[in-house]
């Protein structure tokens, strides 16, 4: 069973600085060297050749299960890619970024280490682009905290003046410092029809999860295509599907924006969130944020604000699991407008064939009308 669990308690929108596409942004990854000890307290830096970009083991420090990396800089562009590798037995890949420049994000994030998590901090904040995917085995957590935080309590900081322990211990938390502005994260998408393809945004494999913990949260520019599948049964009678901007089949996706000191912690139950203010959510544009599957996964908001505009929040279950529910919690607003839908739902197998079945038949229909129209 699924739920929908909001908090409104006056409805207000507050307006983020834009950050489009096309402005000029940082190139290149440049990583950190390490000192005899293995760490990263050295000031030798070195720059990856591009642009298919290989990000050893040996680049980094690994402790237990855990593979720690460093980074100057990290920016991929369009037809780029950032390649992560190393032995199977890790689990966890921890990336920091220190330079004090956001991350520009617009090629493929990819590992070859299975099921391995990629952690990805940079306090200056990350931007992703229309041409942003992920190629990885495990879950995605990107934010713009000041630290991460590990179930033994050591830290990993992007402030290379503190102290970082690389520790075995699993990462539990992300830690915000006293700032007067924290970083955001923004994904900007395509903002056209795709016709040849229903392959965007950022995906992860079945029940994993991405994470975005940041200040300000933005999500726009959505794209769709027109289809004959049950993703918008409900919705509209045109064909036209979203092609998605976050998407984790039967997983999960938080979506968290602080505003103040503090930490924002995961559990097997849910997130605690410590920080005393937060920020604002706006998901626009034709935006689609997705957990659906067999058994659907958990959407989990956050925020001070939060704004769906022409978009789409959905976790519908099409199969004979249980699925999880939708949260969203606002301490000032939550507001949906301009068609905006969250939308959860179960199906059982007979029910998606059959609707599958209608939907082309109407697809069908529509095809055929639109043909006669223009012979007339």
Not at 238 to 253: A, D, M, V, Y
């Amino acid at each position: 069973m699924k739920i929908i669990k909001c908090v409104s308690i006056f409805l207000i929108i507050f307006h983020l600085s834009p950050i489009y596409a096309d402005q000029p942004h940082p190139s290149g990854i440049i990583i950190h060297g390490k000192g005899d000890d293995g760490s990263f307290k050295t000031s030798e830096t070195i720059s990856l050749e591009g642009p298919d970009y290989q990000i050893t083991a040996e680049h980094g420090k690994q402790c237990g299960t855990n593979l720690f990396h460093s980074f100057e800089q990290f920016n991929i562009h369009k037809n780029e890619s950032a390649t992560f590798s190393g032995p199977n037995s890790i689990e966890n890949i921890i990336s920091r970024v220190t330079g004090g420049s956001p991350s520009w994000i617009n090629g493929t994030i990819r590992s070859t280490i299975s099921n391995a998590n990629l952690y990805l901090l940079n306090p200056s904040g990350v931007m992703f682009g229309p041409e942003a995917s992920l190629d990885i085995g495990g879950s995605f957590h990107v934010s713009t905290a000041d630290y991460i935080k590990f179930l033994d309590n050591h830290h990993f900081s992007a402030d290379l003046s503190q102290d970082s322990i690389l520790t075995t211990s699993a990462p539990s938390s992300f830690g915000f410092l006293e700032h007067e502005k924290y970083s955001s994260i923004t994904l900007e998408g395509h903002g056209d029809e795709i016709i040849n393809t229903t392959s965007t945004g950022l995906r992860t494999n079945n029940g994993k999860t991405i994470s975005f913990i940041a200040g300000d949260i933005e999500i726009t520019k959505g794209s769709y295509v027109y289809g004959t599948t049950i993703d918008d049964f409900y919705f509209s009678n045109t064909g036209k599907q979203l092609t998605g901007s976050l998407i984790s089949p039967e997983g999960r996706i938080n979506l968290v924006s602080v505003a103040s000191e503090g930490e924002v912690t995961f559990h097997e139950t849910g997130i605690d969130v410590t920080c005393s203010q937060l920020g604002q959510i706006h998901i626009m544009d034709n935006a689609r944020i997705d957990v659906s599957g067999v058994g659907a996964g958990y959407i989990y908001a956050r925020s001070d604000n939060f704004v769906l505009n022409n978009s789409l929040i959905r976790a519908v279950t099409t199969g004979n699991k249980n699925g999880d529910e939708i949260t969203i919690s606002a301490d000032k607003s939550i507001k949906l407008e301009n068609g905006a839908k969250i939308f959860t739902d179960t199906f059982g197998e007979a029910m998606v064939q059959i609707l599958t079945f209608l939907q082309m038949i109407l697809f069908y229909f529509m095809v055929k009308t639109l043909m006669m129209m223009l012979v007339l």
